[in-house]
């Protein structure tokens, strides 16, 4: 065998072997996924304050694929799997009603599980407003709009807002019936915060995360790692 034959055989088994190892690396089943990256989705259970509690899942699917490296990684119609961290229904006096929700796990058409992180950016429902760190706030008012609505006069709000607060005295002779009033109001307009199963709603990734296919026999994830 030729020196040029002996040389071109050792390119080729080097070759052969940095082709094996790449396909090794893609049976690992990892991807990255950028930070910034949207993930559009279509909820298919409905999220209230008013019938969830904290750690309750929600589903949905996937409107559009996500792309690696010019491959579909994720494909349209994915499920997706999350849970509500934090709960607090609306109160009659203060406070709207707020959850908290994200995402865990993506799985895609084929059975491959991925665990993700991502939280709510975006919701296209009526009567909530999305906060920082993916909240959804319920509809409601303000002390002071309540007692404008209500008919209530400067001095009148100002006694209401004292006994919110904890004034003492507050409540007597006419100021029952301020309160009362106010009450009302707050009550009327203070509704659950709720994403019906159909609803469009938008998942940010904030990091750069490195998704791991789950380990399904054991029904668990695998935490993404972020960078």
Do not use: W
């Not at 908290?100 to 909530?128: C, E, F, H």
């Not at 006069?153 to 004034?167: K, S």
């Not at 709603?201 to 790692?225: H, N, R």
Request: with cysteine; glycine share 14%; aromatic share 4%.
């Amino acid at each position: 065998m030729t020196s040029n034959a002996r040389t071109a055989g050792i390119v080729l088994a080097i070759l052969l072997a940095c082709a094996g190892r790449g396909a090794a690396n893609d049976d690992t089943g990892t991807f990255v996924i950028p930070a910034g990256t949207s993930l559009d989705v279509q909820l298919t259970s409905t999220i209230s304050t008013k019938s969830n509690q904290t750690g309750d899942l929600f589903t949905g699917k996937t409107n559009e694929p996500i792309i690696y490296h010019g491959e579909e990684v994720v494909p349209e119609s994915s499920m997706v799997e999350g849970h509500i961290t934090f709960i607090q229904p609306a109160g009659r006096v203060k406070g709207k009603a707020e959850m908290r929700l994200v995402l865990d796990t993506i799985k895609i058409p084929s059975g491959q599980k991925y665990a993700i992180k991502a939280s709510l950016k975006d919701a296209n429902a009526q009567g909530v407003t999305i906060k920082d760190e993916g909240t959804v706030q319920g509809p409601g008012k303000s002390m002071k709009s309540a007692a404008k609505e209500a008919g209530i006069a400067a001095g009148g709000g100002a006694a209401v807002g004292a006994l919110v607060d904890g004034g003492q005295g507050a409540m007597v002779g006419a100021a029952a019936g301020l309160v009362a009033a106010v009450v009302h109001t707050l009550a009327k307009h203070h509704g659950a915060a709720e994403l019906p199963a159909g609803t469009d709603v938008t998942f940010l990734i904030s990091g750069e995360v490195t998704a791991t296919k789950t380990d399904q026999e054991a029904g668990v994830f695998v935490a993404p790692g972020a960078h």
